[in-house]
């Protein structure tokens, strides 16, 4: 079976709006151009995966439920605007966190590559004809490491406390549509 292509889609800042420990499905806003560029993608033969770190479970702000519940109504956002994403992999560990279940350190959290490497087993996905793309140092250490071409949403230095190389980053974009009209077919 020949592997599949995938782009890898962080989700605060990249799909919807960074809602600091966003820990509630009434938080929710989709960014502009977001479904617009998940469309596209899906358009040209892309699966669309969602890898989110979720250290709000660790730190006691929300629990997996009502992430559950957060990753639902963001499906069901996307698919009114005629967007659909294939799968949703999510870490909820943080080795400072204070739930004691979610207190380790972990394969998961970006930047290491397990959410990549899971969803290519899961899915049949080349990692190698795949993207990242996301809005932070993380997201593009987490795509390199998995052996993806990493796809910077513009101003994401405006979220991290320093601003970091972008070595490694193979396109700096606005937002999803701008990146999915660089990779259309």
């Known amino acids: 079976m020949k592997k599949r292509k995938a782009v890898f889609l962080d989700r605060d800042g990249t799909i919807v709006v960074d809602a600091h420990f966003l820990s509630s499905p009434d938080q929710l806003k989709l960014l502009p151009n977001a479904a617009k560029g998940i469309r596209l993608f899906k358009e040209n033969g892309y699966l669309v995966i969602v890898v989110t770190n979720q250290s709000g479970i660790a730190r006691g702000f929300f629990d ?4 559950i519940l957060i990753h ?21 560990h943080l080795t400072e966190g204070i739930i004691e279940q979610y207190k380790l350190d972990c394969d998961c959290r970006k930047p290491k590559p397990k959410m990549f ?17 996301g809005n932070s140092e993380v997201d593009m250490l987490a795509g390199k490491n998995a ?4 796809v910077l949403i ?6 991290d406390k320093h601003v970091f190389s972008t070595a490694g980053v193979a396109y700096i974009v606005k937002d999803l549509l701008d990146a999915a009209r660089l990779f259309a077919v």
């Open 64 to 67: 997996e439920g009502r992430l």
């Open 72 to 92: 639902k109504k963001l499906i069901s956002m996307l698919k009114d605007e005629g967007a659909m994403i294939d799968d949703i992999y999510y870490c909820p």
């Open 117 to 133: 490497l899971d969803a290519a087993k899961q899915h049949n996905i080349d990692l190698k004809q795949s993207l990242m793309i």
């Open 147 to 150: 052996g993806c071409k990493c």
């Open 154 to 159: 513009e101003g994401a230095n405006q979220n």
